[in-house]
């Protein structure tokens, strides 16, 4: 009876989890969480295991989204995506967004020295996740239609919406892997690895915005066929490794001595 009641408790866990609607789904944070410590160097591996306190790396990727509906953490809600709209530039402003909220993270993890390790374990786990997301081309979407969200489109056969295509339905769909996205990186020579490493993450957002054009290129019936698919995977396997890399340049340059 015990076991019974404790399964339908993860049950009941499991279906009042809401969707994740302003991120890339779990898979695709943990990958980034992974290739990004994957690229660390070991010193800067220490201190990452160090303040997550045995906290696995998926989980540590997922941490905001997991903690989305705890009142406590109700003020990092416009921490995951900026909404700019079509043809216009970012304009810097005091509001919450994810590139002020990642690099006030970056900021106090680089001036660690007065946070305690549960401030500074925090505000790790905000940049392993906000990385991930600041690739997601639509977390630098269009307000107009909540960065693809109020879009609908059938996925294959399947109802989703724009924004859950990119998140998670082509990731888990295509199965994508940790080594589909590091196998791209042969097709950076080290001076691109090296400017894309470069730490200005209001430049970063540069790429995942200019990619909204295919994000959006789709049919007028909203349908997301296999063509869609194949085409954008590789979009998607790239920015996952991009994150990754930039997640792990962020990591280094805060943990650096
Ligand atoms: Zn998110």
Not at 74 to 88: D, R
Not at 113 to 137: A, I, T
Not at 154 to 177: F, Q
């Amino acid at each position: 009876m015990k076991k019974i009641t404790s399964l339908l408790w993860v049950l009941l866990i499991c279906i009042s989890i809401p969707n994740n609607l302003y991120a890339w789904g779990k898979k695709g944070h943990a990958l980034v969480a992974e290739i990004g410590y994957t690229l660390l160097d070991s010193n800067t591996k220490l201190q990452v295991v160090k303040y997550l306190d045995g906290m696995s790396l998926s989980e540590a990727g997922n941490w905001m989204d997991n903690m989305r509906s705890d009142p406590r953490y109700e003020y990092m809600k416009q921490w995951h995506y900026v909404n700019i709209e079509k043809g216009n530039q970012y304009e810097e402003t005091k509001e919450d967004n994810i590139i002020n909220a990642l690099n006030a993270a970056i900021g106090k993890l680089k001036n660690r020295q007065s946070l305690s390790d549960e401030e500074v374990k925090k505000n790790l786990l905000v940049v392993f996740h906000l990385v991930g997301d600041l690739h997601q081309p639509l977390h630098v979407g269009y307000g107009s239609d909540k960065g693809g969200n109020a879009i609908q489109v059938k996925y294959l056969d399947n109802s989703s919406n724009l924004h859950r295509v990119w998140d998670t339905d082509i990731i888990e769909g295509e199965k994508i892997t940790i080594n589909d996205c590091l196998l791209l990186y042969k097709n950076f020579d080290s001076a691109e690895i090296a400017q894309l490493k470069a730490i200005n993450v209001e430049r970063w957002i540069r790429e995942p915005r200019s990619l909204l054009q295919n994000v959006y290129a789709i049919q007028d019936n909203n349908v997301i066929d296999q063509a869609y698919v194949d085409k954008n995977k590789k979009i998607i396997e790239q920015q996952l490794l991009i994150a990754g890399l930039r997640l792990s340049a962020v990591l280094e340059y805060v943990f650096k001595s």
